[in-house]
Protein backbone atom coordinates (compact mmCIF):
# COMPACT_ATOMS: atom_id res chain seq x y z
CA UNK A 1 0.00 0.00 0.00
CA UNK A 2 2.92 2.61 0.83
CA UNK A 3 4.63 1.14 -2.24
CA UNK A 4 2.01 2.12 -4.26
CA UNK A 5 1.24 5.64 -2.78
CA UNK A 6 4.92 6.54 -3.36
CA UNK A 7 4.75 5.58 -6.96
CA UNK A 8 1.50 7.29 -7.16
CA UNK A 9 3.47 10.36 -5.64
CA UNK A 10 6.67 10.43 -7.82
CA UNK A 11 4.19 9.77 -11.25
CA UNK A 12 2.49 13.22 -10.15
CA UNK A 13 5.89 14.71 -9.21
CA UNK A 14 7.24 13.80 -12.63
CA UNK A 15 4.21 14.77 -14.62
CA UNK A 16 4.78 18.68 -14.14
CA UNK A 17 5.67 20.03 -17.34
CA UNK A 18 9.22 21.52 -17.47
CA UNK A 19 9.70 20.10 -13.57
CA UNK A 20 13.68 19.65 -13.29
CA UNK A 21 14.04 16.50 -11.12
CA UNK A 22 15.97 17.60 -7.76
CA UNK A 23 19.47 15.19 -7.88
CA UNK A 24 18.48 14.27 -4.40
CA UNK A 25 15.48 12.43 -6.10
CA UNK A 26 17.66 10.60 -8.09
CA UNK A 27 19.83 9.28 -5.94
CA UNK A 28 17.20 8.09 -3.69
CA UNK A 29 14.96 5.90 -5.99
CA UNK A 30 17.36 5.44 -8.95
CA UNK A 31 18.89 1.87 -6.92
CA UNK A 32 17.61 -0.12 -3.74
CA UNK A 33 19.65 -2.86 -2.37
CA UNK A 34 17.63 -6.04 -1.66
CA UNK A 35 19.65 -7.07 1.16
CA UNK A 36 21.47 -9.65 -1.11
CA UNK A 37 24.05 -7.33 -2.64
CA UNK A 38 22.22 -7.38 -5.35
CA UNK A 39 19.97 -3.94 -6.57
CA UNK A 40 16.62 -3.52 -8.32
CA UNK A 41 17.01 -0.71 -11.29
CA UNK A 42 14.14 1.96 -9.60
CA UNK A 43 11.87 3.86 -12.23
CA UNK A 44 13.01 7.44 -12.13
CA UNK A 45 11.15 8.62 -15.39
CA UNK A 46 7.84 8.98 -16.92
CA UNK A 47 7.26 5.03 -17.93
CA UNK A 48 10.28 4.70 -20.05
CA UNK A 49 12.54 2.67 -17.34
CA UNK A 50 11.97 -0.99 -17.27
CA UNK A 51 12.43 -2.71 -13.87
CA UNK A 52 15.72 -4.88 -13.98
CA UNK A 53 17.89 -6.30 -11.51
CA UNK A 54 21.84 -5.74 -11.88
CA UNK A 55 24.68 -7.00 -9.86
CA UNK A 56 27.21 -4.57 -8.49
CA UNK A 57 31.02 -5.57 -10.10
CA UNK A 58 33.12 -7.19 -7.12
CA UNK A 59 34.42 -4.43 -4.98
CA UNK A 60 32.34 -1.67 -6.41
CA UNK A 61 30.74 0.81 -3.72
CA UNK A 62 27.93 3.09 -4.47
CA UNK A 63 27.36 6.72 -3.45
CA UNK A 64 25.25 5.99 -0.25
CA UNK A 65 28.23 3.07 0.60
CA UNK A 66 31.43 5.88 0.49
CA UNK A 67 32.04 9.27 2.70
CA UNK A 68 31.39 11.28 -0.92
CA UNK A 69 29.64 14.84 -1.40
CA UNK A 70 26.14 15.53 -1.95
CA UNK A 71 25.05 15.43 -5.24
CA UNK A 72 25.06 18.43 -7.13
CA UNK A 73 27.46 19.91 -4.21
CA UNK A 74 29.78 22.27 -6.20
CA UNK A 75 32.80 24.59 -6.43
CA UNK A 76 34.29 26.85 -8.77
CA UNK A 77 38.29 26.78 -9.52
CA UNK A 78 39.81 29.70 -8.56
CA UNK A 79 42.00 30.40 -11.39
CA UNK A 80 39.38 30.66 -14.24
CA UNK A 81 36.30 30.52 -11.94
CA UNK A 82 35.20 27.05 -13.74
CA UNK A 83 32.66 25.56 -11.50
CA UNK A 84 32.64 21.92 -11.17
CA UNK A 85 29.61 19.77 -9.74
CA UNK A 86 29.85 16.50 -7.67
CA UNK A 87 28.73 13.41 -9.85
CA UNK A 88 28.25 10.21 -7.30
CA UNK A 89 29.37 7.00 -7.53
CA UNK A 90 26.53 4.81 -9.37
CA UNK A 91 25.79 2.29 -11.96
CA UNK A 92 23.76 2.70 -15.27
CA UNK A 93 22.98 1.11 -18.38
CA UNK A 94 25.04 2.79 -20.94
CA UNK A 95 23.64 2.74 -24.65
CA UNK A 96 20.60 2.26 -26.34
CA UNK A 97 19.69 -1.47 -27.49
CA UNK A 98 17.58 0.56 -30.05
CA UNK A 99 20.10 1.78 -31.98
CA UNK A 100 22.26 0.14 -35.08
CA UNK A 101 25.78 0.00 -34.42
CA UNK A 102 27.14 2.86 -32.78
CA UNK A 103 25.16 2.52 -29.72
CA UNK A 104 25.03 -0.75 -28.88
CA UNK A 105 25.13 -3.07 -26.61
CA UNK A 106 23.41 -1.64 -23.85
CA UNK A 107 25.48 -2.75 -21.35
CA UNK A 108 26.17 -2.29 -17.49
CA UNK A 109 28.83 0.40 -16.11
CA UNK A 110 29.66 1.31 -12.77
CA UNK A 111 31.46 4.60 -12.13
CA UNK A 112 33.54 6.22 -8.93
CA UNK A 113 32.44 9.34 -8.22
CA UNK A 114 34.13 12.91 -9.94
CA UNK A 115 33.66 16.33 -10.35
CA UNK A 116 32.13 17.53 -13.93
CA UNK A 117 32.24 21.10 -15.59
CA UNK A 118 28.79 22.64 -14.93
CA UNK A 119 29.44 24.19 -18.34
CA UNK A 120 30.84 23.11 -21.41
CA UNK A 121 34.57 25.35 -21.18
CA UNK A 122 33.64 29.05 -22.11
CA UNK A 123 35.89 31.82 -24.39
CA UNK A 124 36.84 33.56 -21.06
CA UNK A 125 38.35 30.42 -19.03
CA UNK A 126 40.31 29.82 -22.50
CA UNK A 127 41.73 33.01 -22.58
CA UNK A 128 42.91 32.84 -18.92
CA UNK A 129 44.51 29.93 -19.47
CA UNK A 130 45.92 29.94 -22.67
CA UNK A 131 46.03 33.76 -23.41
CA UNK A 132 44.03 33.70 -27.36
CA UNK A 133 40.31 32.87 -28.15
CA UNK A 134 40.42 30.37 -31.38
CA UNK A 135 36.21 30.33 -31.52
CA UNK A 136 34.11 31.15 -34.64
CA UNK A 137 31.81 32.48 -32.54
CA UNK A 138 32.70 35.02 -29.80
CA UNK A 139 31.35 35.95 -27.29
CA UNK A 140 32.99 35.73 -23.35
CA UNK A 141 30.09 33.51 -22.22
CA UNK A 142 29.89 31.56 -25.12
CA UNK A 143 31.28 27.69 -25.83
CA UNK A 144 34.99 27.42 -26.83
CA UNK A 145 35.16 25.85 -30.20
CA UNK A 146 37.39 25.28 -33.40
CA UNK A 147 39.76 23.24 -30.39
CA UNK A 148 40.80 19.85 -31.68
CA UNK A 149 41.46 17.16 -28.66
CA UNK A 150 45.03 17.72 -28.96
CA UNK A 151 43.92 21.25 -28.40
CA UNK A 152 42.09 20.36 -25.33
CA UNK A 153 44.66 18.26 -24.30
CA UNK A 154 47.37 20.59 -24.31
CA UNK A 155 44.66 23.43 -22.30
CA UNK A 156 44.39 21.08 -19.66
CA UNK A 157 48.08 20.55 -19.27
CA UNK A 158 48.33 23.80 -19.09
CA UNK A 159 45.55 24.54 -16.67
CA UNK A 160 47.13 21.73 -14.16
CA UNK A 161 49.87 23.58 -13.59
CA UNK A 162 47.74 26.81 -13.22
CA UNK A 163 45.70 25.37 -10.42
CA UNK A 164 44.87 22.25 -8.51
CA UNK A 165 45.73 19.97 -11.34
CA UNK A 166 43.91 16.53 -11.62
CA UNK A 167 41.56 18.04 -14.72
CA UNK A 168 41.06 15.75 -17.48
CA UNK A 169 38.55 15.14 -20.26
CA UNK A 170 35.27 12.69 -19.59
CA UNK A 171 35.59 9.36 -20.73
CA UNK A 172 32.73 8.72 -22.80
CA UNK A 173 31.40 6.11 -20.15
CA UNK A 174 31.39 9.31 -17.52
CA UNK A 175 30.14 11.87 -20.11
CA UNK A 176 27.00 9.63 -20.49
CA UNK A 177 25.95 8.68 -17.23
CA UNK A 178 26.04 12.60 -16.21
CA UNK A 179 24.32 13.15 -18.87
CA UNK A 180 21.58 10.68 -18.04
CA UNK A 181 21.34 12.10 -14.16
CA UNK A 182 19.20 8.65 -13.53
CA UNK A 183 17.46 8.79 -16.76
CA UNK A 184 17.22 5.95 -18.82
CA UNK A 185 15.32 7.35 -22.06
CA UNK A 186 16.35 9.14 -24.76
CA UNK A 187 16.73 12.68 -23.34
CA UNK A 188 17.53 13.81 -19.78
CA UNK A 189 13.63 15.13 -19.50
CA UNK A 190 12.70 12.15 -20.84
CA UNK A 191 11.55 11.15 -24.70
CA UNK A 192 9.78 13.76 -25.49
CA UNK A 193 11.29 15.72 -28.75
CA UNK A 194 8.95 18.60 -28.02
CA UNK A 195 10.75 19.33 -24.93
CA UNK A 196 14.16 20.26 -26.14
CA UNK A 197 14.11 23.48 -26.78
CA UNK A 198 13.23 23.82 -23.07
CA UNK A 199 17.15 22.08 -22.06
CA UNK A 200 19.27 22.37 -25.13
CA UNK A 201 20.57 24.19 -28.35
CA UNK A 202 20.01 22.15 -31.50
CA UNK A 203 18.42 22.57 -34.68
CA UNK A 204 15.19 24.69 -34.34
CA UNK A 205 12.83 26.66 -36.29
CA UNK A 206 15.13 29.66 -35.70
CA UNK A 207 18.12 27.73 -37.50
CA UNK A 208 18.88 28.23 -41.18
CA UNK A 209 17.20 24.96 -41.95
CA UNK A 210 13.81 25.56 -40.25
CA UNK A 211 12.35 22.69 -41.51
CA UNK A 212 14.09 20.37 -39.20
CA UNK A 213 13.08 22.07 -36.29
CA UNK A 214 9.97 21.19 -34.07
CA UNK A 215 10.05 24.09 -31.55
CA UNK A 216 12.10 27.50 -31.45
CA UNK A 217 14.89 27.42 -28.87
CA UNK A 218 15.74 31.38 -30.43
CA UNK A 219 19.06 30.56 -31.35
CA UNK A 220 20.49 30.06 -34.86
CA UNK A 221 24.29 29.55 -33.28
CA UNK A 222 25.63 28.66 -30.64
CA UNK A 223 24.21 30.25 -27.01
CA UNK A 224 26.32 31.56 -24.16
CA UNK A 225 26.73 28.65 -21.21
CA UNK A 226 23.54 27.76 -18.87
CA UNK A 227 20.78 29.54 -21.07
CA UNK A 228 18.87 25.94 -20.91
CA UNK A 229 17.31 24.13 -18.60
CA UNK A 230 20.21 21.77 -16.65
CA UNK A 231 19.54 18.22 -15.68
CA UNK A 232 19.26 16.43 -12.66
CA UNK A 233 22.62 17.02 -12.04
CA UNK A 234 22.55 20.40 -12.33
CA UNK A 235 24.54 20.01 -15.96
CA UNK A 236 23.96 22.62 -18.45
CA UNK A 237 23.88 22.25 -21.80
CA UNK A 238 25.28 17.94 -22.04
CA UNK A 239 22.60 17.79 -25.15
CA UNK A 240 23.24 20.79 -27.89
CA UNK A 241 25.13 23.81 -28.16
CA UNK A 242 28.83 22.61 -28.95
CA UNK A 243 30.02 18.42 -29.48
CA UNK A 244 31.98 17.77 -26.24
CA UNK A 245 35.27 15.80 -26.81
CA UNK A 246 35.55 13.07 -24.57
CA UNK A 247 39.29 10.79 -23.75
CA UNK A 248 37.90 7.91 -25.60
CA UNK A 249 39.86 6.34 -29.12
CA UNK A 250 36.58 6.17 -30.69
CA UNK A 251 35.77 2.28 -31.92
CA UNK A 252 32.47 1.45 -33.30
CA UNK A 253 32.88 -1.73 -31.17
CA UNK A 254 34.43 -0.18 -28.15
CA UNK A 255 31.32 -1.43 -25.78
CA UNK A 256 32.26 -4.52 -26.36
CA UNK A 257 35.65 -4.40 -25.06
CA UNK A 258 34.32 -2.45 -21.87
CA UNK A 259 35.19 -3.41 -18.45
CA UNK A 260 32.29 -2.76 -15.70
CA UNK A 261 33.93 -0.44 -13.59
CA UNK A 262 35.21 3.22 -14.99
CA UNK A 263 35.90 2.08 -18.92
CA UNK A 264 38.03 3.69 -21.20
CA UNK A 265 38.22 2.39 -24.61
CA UNK A 266 42.07 3.71 -25.45
CA UNK A 267 42.79 2.03 -28.69
CA UNK A 268 45.41 2.93 -31.65
CA UNK A 269 43.00 5.13 -34.04
CA UNK A 270 43.29 9.25 -34.58
CA UNK A 271 39.25 9.56 -34.25
CA UNK A 272 38.00 10.81 -31.07
CA UNK A 273 34.50 10.50 -29.18
CA UNK A 274 32.51 13.32 -29.37
CA UNK A 275 29.12 13.23 -27.56
CA UNK A 276 25.81 15.65 -26.82
CA UNK A 277 25.04 17.17 -30.32
CA UNK A 278 25.62 20.46 -31.33
CA UNK A 279 23.24 24.17 -32.23
CA UNK A 280 23.39 22.60 -35.85
CA UNK A 281 22.38 18.49 -35.16
CA UNK A 282 18.45 17.37 -35.29
CA UNK A 283 17.41 16.14 -32.04
CA UNK A 284 17.12 13.03 -32.93
CA UNK A 285 21.37 13.16 -33.18
CA UNK A 286 22.01 14.49 -30.06
CA UNK A 287 20.98 11.55 -27.29
CA UNK A 288 22.08 10.96 -23.95
CA UNK A 289 23.50 7.64 -25.98
CA UNK A 290 24.39 9.15 -29.16
CA UNK A 291 28.50 8.81 -30.10
CA UNK A 292 30.16 10.23 -32.61
CA UNK A 293 33.46 10.16 -34.32
CA UNK A 294 35.96 12.73 -35.01
CA UNK A 295 37.69 12.20 -38.36
CA UNK A 296 40.86 13.08 -36.57
CA UNK A 297 41.96 14.14 -32.95
CA UNK A 298 43.57 17.30 -34.61
CA UNK A 299 39.97 18.28 -36.40
CA UNK A 300 38.64 21.71 -35.76
CA UNK A 301 35.54 23.40 -36.38
CA UNK A 302 32.82 25.13 -34.64
CA UNK A 303 30.60 22.32 -33.86
CA UNK A 304 33.00 20.87 -31.35
CA UNK A 305 33.84 21.97 -28.06
CA UNK A 306 34.64 20.20 -24.32
CA UNK A 307 34.40 20.41 -20.76
CA UNK A 308 36.71 19.25 -18.07
CA UNK A 309 36.39 16.34 -15.29
CA UNK A 310 38.58 16.11 -11.86
CA UNK A 311 38.83 13.11 -9.78
CA UNK A 312 38.00 13.82 -5.87
CA1 LIG B 1 19.07 26.38 -31.85
CA1 LIG C 1 27.10 20.34 -25.25
Known amino acids: MLRTLFLLVLMLFMAVPG?????DVFIDLKFRLDGQGREKEKLSTSGQAKPSTISL????????QRNEPKPGTSWSDPVTGMTFVWIPSGCFMMGDKKEAGWETSRHQVCLDGFWMG???VTQAEWKKVMGNNP???K???????????????KFIQKFNV????GFSLPSEAQWEYAARAGMTGKWYWGDS???????ANVIDESSLRSNLGVCNDLYKFVAPVGQFK?????????????????????DRKAYSGHSRINPLHSGKGKQRVVRGGSWSDVYDNSKCSTRYASDRDDARNYHFGFRLVRAK
Open 193 to 199: NESICIY
Open 118 to 120: KYE
Open 135 to 137: AYF
Open 57 to 64: PKGFRLAS
Open 19 to 23: HAVEP
Open 230 to 250: PNGYGLYDMIGNVWEWCEDTY
Open 139 to 153: GDRNPVEQVSWNDAK
Open 162 to 165: MGRG
